[in-house]
């Protein structure tokens, strides 16, 4: 009697504590729903007006003057950071409901790595770093090129964040076959953090420990396993190599890219010439 109690005490518990887990995992659930609702509300609210400063703020060069011609670089670069911060966001979003929406377009991955430098631009002059780019791909590629752009500019912002100031910040593109590599070097003393996987994890700190949105390397992460490839990190001797490669898709193009902008066409034949 007393060993059948103590089984039905252990079955009612083992009842009890599944109940429990099927309750949290329901709780879980609902959270990464309202998160994600949380996220489209927010992309949606700021991407339009973003849009909106980023088209306005080049026009107010033509009417700088000498006490504001220190200040324009500066807001310039801030409203080109935050613009990316939602652009992130917008990522985000989209990873996490399904909705990536991927082109096929005709991409030269060097004009890619030139519009990220050229938007780090002041950050680049103030840190008085040195970027050395190697391109190793001798033509265009058939790629997405926000997804490119995205992956190129999180991994080379945070080498230039977190280089030593004066330092050099190397990025090499390759693609053999079909996987294309883009390496990103600098000067520094690596991420500070016990077990490498955290680096990638959403809205944790930043590499040096302090705080952020820690969304960069996670979009990084998903947009490289969304094409059948990884992004890791190693620290050698002072100097800090994130290496990140995806599949690229070799069939035809249906659109031609400049830069991360693309245009669309029905074919190639009635693109105009510019």
Do not use: W
């Amino acid at each position: 009697m007393e060993q059948r109690a103590t089984q039905k005490n252990l079955e009612d518990e083992v009842a009890f504590l599944s109940k429990k887990i099927l309750e949290l995992n329901k709780r879980l659930i609902e959270s990464e729903k309202a998160k994600s609702r949380f996220l489209s509300l927010v992309t949606s609210e700021l991407n339009n007006p973003m849009t909106v400063l980023v088209g306005m703020v080049p026009h107010l060069k033509l009417h700088v003057c000498d006490k504001s011609e220190k200040i324009y670089p500066i807001l310039n670069q801030e409203v080109l950071n935050l613009d990316f911060k939602i652009k992130n966001l917008v990522m985000t979003a989209r990873i996490e409901s399904g909705d990536l929406d991927v082109s096929h377009a005709l991409v030269d991955s060097l004009d890619i790595i030139d519009e990220v430098i050229e938007t780090l631009k002041h950050v680049i002059q103030e840190r008085k770093l040195h970027l050395h780019v190697s391109n190793l791909i001798k033509e265009k590629i058939v790629a997405d090129p926000q997804i490119l752009y995205t992956i190129a500019r999180n991994l080379i912002f945070n080498a230039c964040l977190y280089s030593i100031a004066g330092s050099a910040v190397e990025v090499i593109i390759n693609k053999v076959n079909s996987i294309f590599t883009i390496t990103v070097k600098n000067h520094g003393d690596g991420p500070n953090f016990q077990y490498k996987p955290e680096i990638f994890t959403r809205f944790s700190d930043g590499p040096g420990g302090e705080h952020g949105l820690g969304i960069g390397l996670s979009i990084v992460r998903a947009l490289c396993e969304r094409f059948d490839g990884n992004v890791d990190y190693s620290v050698d001797e002072g100097i800090v190599t994130f290496v990140a490669t995806l599949s690229l898709d070799e069939g035809d193009a249906n659109s031609q890219a400049n830069g991360s902008n693309e245009f669309l066409f029905e074919s190639f034949d009635d693109a105009i010439e510019l």
